[in-house]
């Protein structure tokens, strides 16, 4: 019997090549020969909890699943989401001592109280709440300031655990105390010693399920997106494409922040590069 479900569980290169190629066309994600083993080890789970008996039969009722719901939870099972509050801190710090004074003086002088920002690849939720902490720390609490962050994922498993909005201690520690007593709520009545976001960041937010690789609905111009440790999964080319299509729903001045792992070295653009990993629209 054990040998028996080694080889059930063993991905041939045919089945992780078609594997590989509907996650490629559907989301731009460039599952390489070195993700093999990674891909096998994350969806021997999902081939167990189905009853699947071979990778063959999943891809099968993948393809076949009229709803896209399984295809939904295949891209759920190779993407990686990492992601922690107020990752890239220096990014955090060039946003709320250089770009956002500037940006809000010329705002207040055109007497245009619009902030517009997007999170591409918002993961489960750090991101979009450190930044919308990061917004509204800027503005001081003035309400007449229109202020909207779009956060988008592919992942909708990591979608819900955003929208949820619920972090444990150790999850929380990066934020500041002081913001963290203004900006979440303590939930320990359960037992679960937890944080959720206070309303006041939900309000700010815009959590939507958004491919990158396909049409966005997004209605521009927007003054900064962070799309980190998103692009290191695409080809060049797919990068290039990403980029310019940023570059293009950008306002003039706009900025978008990359991750660290990430360089733009190599990829065609129009952006001015401000410092590693941030980059101005002129």
């Given amino acids: 019997m054990a040998m028996l479900m080694l080889?059930?569980?063993?991905?041939?290169?045919?089945?992780?090549?078609?594997?590989?190629?509907?996650?490629?066309?559907?989301?731009g994600i460039n599952l390489h020969a070195g993700k093999k083993d990674l891909v096998r080890?994350?969806?021997?789970?999902?081939?167990?909890?189905?009853?699947?008996?071979?990778?063959?039969?999943?891809?099968?009722?993948?393809?076949?699943?009229?709803?896209?719901?399984?295809?939904?939870i295949l891209i759920d099972s190779v993407s990686t989401n990492m992601t922690k509050f107020f990752r890239?801190?220096?990014?955090?710090?060039?946003?709320?001592?250089?770009?956002?004074?500037?940006?809000?003086?010329?705002?207040?002088?055109?007497?245009?109280?619009?902030?517009?920002?997007?999170?591409a690849g918002c993961s489960s939720g750090e991101e979009p709440y450190s930044l919308a902490i990061t917004l509204l720390e800027a503005i001081g609490g003035q309400s007449r300031w229109d202020v909207k962050l779009l956060a988008t994922d592919v992942s909708t498993r990591m979608l819900e655990r955003a929208r949820r909005g619920r972090y444990d201690q150790q999850r929380i520690e990066p934020i500041p105390p002081l913001l963290r007593d203004r900006y979440l709520i303590h939930r320990n009545a359960t037992g679960e010693d937890a944080y959720e976001v206070r309303d006041l960041l939900r309000s700010v937010v815009i959590l939507r399920y958004l491919n990158l690789m396909r049409d966005w609905p997004i209605k521009g111009p927007i003054d900064f997106i962070f799309c980190c440790?998103?692009?290191?999964?695409?080809?060049?080319?797919?990068?290039?494409?990403?980029?310019?299509?940023?570059?293009?729903?950008?306002?003039?001045?706009?900025?978008?922040?990359?991750?660290?792992?990430?360089?733009?070295?190599?990829?065609?653009?129009?952006?001015r590069y401000v410092q590693p990993t941030i980059y101005e629209k002129q």
């Fill in 41 to 72: 080890a994350r969806l021997a789970k999902r081939l167990r909890e189905g009853d699947f008996r071979t990778f063959s039969d999943y891809i099968e009722h993948v393809l076949k699943d009229p709803t896209g719901k399984e295809f939904s």
């Fill in 229 to 271: 440790n998103v692009m290191i999964y695409f080809d060049k080319l797919t990068q290039e494409r990403l980029v310019q299509r940023f570059y293009d729903l950008l306002a003039p001045g706009g900025m978008l922040f990359t991750g660290h792992s990430e360089s733009l070295t190599g990829v065609r653009h129009a952006f």
């Fill in 7 to 27: 080889r059930e569980m063993t991905l041939g290169e045919k089945e992780f090549r078609l594997i590989s190629d509907l996650v490629y066309e559907h989301c």
């Fill in 88 to 119: 890239e801190r220096g990014h955090f710090e060039f946003l709320s001592r250089r770009f956002l004074p500037r940006l809000l003086e010329a705002k207040r002088n055109r007497g245009r109280l619009r902030l517009r920002g997007w999170s």
